[in-house]
């Protein structure tokens, strides 16, 4: 019997032969079984047979791809050999990674052998028209294009829903390069999404579903691919839970030219202003009598019955003259201002405890059937399409008759409070955009490790609107920074902290969509952002008991960023959105010119 020393140096003498071999393999492989497993290459009817039957749309995946010693080195020469760049938007949270399309035979060919033959592989002529069988493709519908690179999830990262439709892409496919037995407590699976049709029975437009209704875990050596197809093929990357990094290689192969229907693909979607969610037309009207403001010499006022109404749900210091003008100055520099500890304490005290308790009773873990339909009970429901949005909204005509519940406290709220005469006279005031001529709202939750909304063009609004969102998180509602700066260490929270970081999603960001695209036309949101990206016009943190003002032209996009799953807890939040008059700013226009 061997013992393990002779063992370990048998395999040393075994991986340098196979390495010397690998690196005397023609660039172009011509014997895949050199490679590929012999079971992927010798079951394409079996495989083509559960292809075209599988479900939500036709798609594969083999459970093991490579001989374990190739794609091992691989994986190895690919960690070792490579630099990550952090990457985010509304749509993703991603290390990006190698990018094997830049690889030359000159200087990677030796350096990483494995990569080098990894990519030839994929993309030589005998595999890609084994692809091209099991998705009963015509022959020679693949060219060699190569578009493949390697993208690192760590923990919280993730990739929102979308059909992978650009250009001439025709087949996705992915290869897990994860750790050994990974579990679906430690997420990260690709997550398949069913479609529903877009409008009435007559329309040939789809939209995917709120909820996946297939996931696939990342297991290492495993292959998954699909024919992309527009408004069909909408799948996403769930979020990584675990603290094992989501090590894949993610590429497509091409076609000679784009798939019919690029106008149902999703990036056309969100850049479809005609798609318009809401539109002016579609804010309640009403009218404010003449005599509600009245003006003093510094033009500020409320009248006593304003105040008296208004103090029952808010802070006393937000109603004195001085607050008032301090308040009214920051807008008018800033078109935004954060009004935090805005309600008063009793009030804001019951819903914390609500919140707590309901995250904790809805909480289901990701091994349950009704994961993504955690919540939606008691007038809450699962709002979509997943590639523009999930949330749940409370959809309630009237808040019940001793509110106990979030839902019916927030409702309570948005029509008592912020619906009623004296808190829009309030907002005239504070931003001196005059009398709101309208509004619209919700009371919404984005449940941690689920939800979220995406910038798209549907959200342009044809004229400038004025944002009010008081928001509901757990934490204090301090300003970190300014709690910072003054030492009182004993008043900074540690979910006030967590929030402000932005590391876990929740905040409220605001983009711009004013770039033109070349050949007209706006353009797409934005692929990432940054501190320093000129796109991005505002980004507010999630805080508790804040009201966010913000005025948003009709250029300006927003979204919430998904909230993550280590979140302290779900974000509440009612979103008002009234319009204002514009003939003011129509005069400032005309001065200009």
């Given at each position: 019997m061997e013992n393990g020393q002779d063992t370990r140096e048998r395999s040393k003498v075994d991986d340098d032969r196979e390495t010397k071999r690998l690196r005397e393999v023609d660039p172009t492989p011509s014997n895949l079984k050199d490679f590929v497993l012999p079971e992927v290459l010798d079951t394409v009817e079996q495989m083509k047979a559960v292809y075209m039957t599988s479900v939500p749309y036709k798609h594969a995946w083999f459970p093991k791809v490579f001989h374990s010693s190739f794609i091992d080195k691989a994986i190895d020469e690919i960690q070792h050999n490579?630099?990550?760049?952090?990457?985010?938007?509304?749509?993703?949270?991603?290390?990006?990674?190698?990018?094997?399309?830049?690889?030359?035979?000159?200087?990677?060919?030796?350096s990483m052998p494995n990569v080098w033959n990894l990519r030839n592989v994929l993309y030589s002529t005998e595999w890609r028209k084994h692809i091209e069988k099991i998705c009963g493709l015509e022959e020679g519908t693949l060219i060699d294009k190569v578009d493949c690179a390697c993208n690192c999830h760590i923990e919280g990262c993730h990739l929102l829903c979308h059909d992978d439709v650009i250009g001439t892409r025709k087949v996705s496919?992915?290869?897990?390069?994860?750790?050994?037995n990974w579990t679906v407590e430690e997420g990260g699976a690709l997550e398949l999404y069913g479609r529903v049709q877009d409008g009435d029975d007559d329309s040939d437009e789809y939209v995917p579903e709120a909820v996946p209704a297939k996931t696939v875990l990342p297991i290492r050596n495993s292959m998954a691919f699909f024919v992309v197809e527009p408004g069909v093929s909408f799948h996403?990357?769930?979020e990584v839970f675990g603290n094992r990094p989501r090590l894949s290689l993610q590429g497509w192969y091409h076609a000679a030219v784009p798939p019919m229907g690029m106008e149902n693909a999703t990036l056309q979607q969100l850049k479809d202003k005609d798609s318009q969610d809401v539109s002016i037309e579609t804010f309640q009207s009403y009218l404010v009598p003449e005599v509600a403001v009245k003006v003093n010499d510094d033009g500020i006022s409320l009248s006593e019955s304003d105040k008296i109404f208004l103090s029952?749900?808010?802070?006393?210091t937000y109603?004195?003259?001085?607050?008032?003008?301090?308040?009214?100055?920051?807008?008018?520099?800033?078109?935004?201002?954060?009004?935090?500890?805005?309600?008063?304490?009793?009030?804001?005290e019951r819903i914390n405890e609500q919140i707590t308790r309901e995250d904790v009773e809805d909480f289901k873990p990701i091994t349950d059937a009704d994961y993504y339909r955690q919540g939606v009970k008691d007038g809450w429901t699962l709002t979509g399409p997943s590639h523009k949005q999930r949330y749940l909204e409370f959809r309630r005509d009237k808040p019940a008759d001793n509110p106990t519940s979030v839902g019916d406290m927030m409702i309570l709220l948005k029509m008592e409070?912020?619906?009623?005469?004296p808190f829009r006279r309030y907002l005239a005031i504070l931003t001196s955009l005059g009398e709101p001529l309208g509004f619209i709202g919700s009371a919404r939750r984005f449940r941690r490790g689920l939800d979220y909304t995406v910038a798209h063009h549907g959200l342009l609004m044809d004229e400038s609107v004025l944002d009010a969102t008081l928001c509901f998180v757990a934490g204090r509602g301090k300003d970190v920074q300014t709690e910072m700066e003054e030492m009182e260490e004993d008043k900074i929270h540690e979910d006030d902290v967590k929030w402000q970081s932005g590391d876990l999603g929740g905040f409220e960001c605001y983009i711009?969509?004013?770039?033109?695209?070349?050949?007209?036309?706006?353009?797409a949101p934005a692929d990432e952002y940054n501190e320093e990206d000129d796109t991005e016009l505002l980004s507010v943190s999630a805080s508790n008991n804040t009201l966010n003002l913000v005025y948003r032209d009709e250029g300006t996009m927003r979204f919430v960023k998904y909230v993550g799953s280590k979140a302290p807890s779900s974000r509440y939040d009612i979103a008002m959105v009234y319009s204002v008059d514009q003939t003011e700013e129509e005069e400032e226009e005309s001065e200009e010119i």
């Open positions: 490579s630099k990550v760049n952090f990457k985010e938007s509304d749509l993703f949270r991603v290390y990006q990674s190698m990018d094997l399309a830049n690889l030359t035979e000159e200087e990677h060919a030796q496919y992915i290869i897990y390069m994860t750790e050994e996403a990357v769930q029952k749900f808010i802070q006393a109603l004195q003259p001085d607050s008032i003008k301090e308040i009214k100055k920051r807008f008018e520099d800033e078109s935004s201002v954060q009004l935090r500890e805005f309600l008063h304490d009793e009030i804001i409070l912020l619906e009623s005469q711009s969509a004013d770039v033109e695209e070349e050949g007209g036309g706006p353009a």
